[in-house]
């Protein structure tokens, strides 16, 4: 079993940055694929960011490709969300999430909140 818990939200104004930190429980969680998505009010879920187990693959949605970057420590069992450039469209609740199987995440965080100011 995971759990994760994400930290590092909160109100910034546009062109500023934040970096999101999802912290893990649980030994297998350098193992798995981790993922950063947002949902805003109103909105689908969207996928922002993935990072495979080793960090060495990336990927991100044309939304924020060039202003965010994901990362991982395994040593410290925590993924980041390093976004620079903010814009309000970026407000929203971040979720982590880790272990994509079957078309579907296993194990979410709680959420946190970034709201972006213009």
């Known amino acids: 079993q995971v759990q994760l818990v994400e930290s590092g939200g909160g109100l910034v104004q546009a062109g500023g940055s934040l970096r999101l930190s999802c912290a893990a429980s649980g030994r297998t969680f350098s193992s798995y694929v981790v993922g950063w998505l947002r949902q805003a009010p109103g909105t689908e879920r969207e996928l922002v960011a993935r990072?495979?187990?080793?960090?060495?693959?990336?990927a991100y949605a044309d939304s924020v490709k060039g202003r965010f970057t994901i990362s991982r420590d395994n040593a410290k069992n925590t993924v980041y969300l390093q976004m620079n450039r903010l814009k309000p469209e970026d407000t929203a609740v971040y979720y982590c999430?880790?272990?994509?199987?079957?078309?579907?995440?296993?194990?979410w965080g709680q959420g946190t909140q970034v709201t972006v100011s213009s």
């Open positions: 999430a880790a272990q994509y199987t079957g078309s579907k995440w296993n194990y």
């Open positions: 990072i495979s187990w080793s960090g060495a693959s990336t």
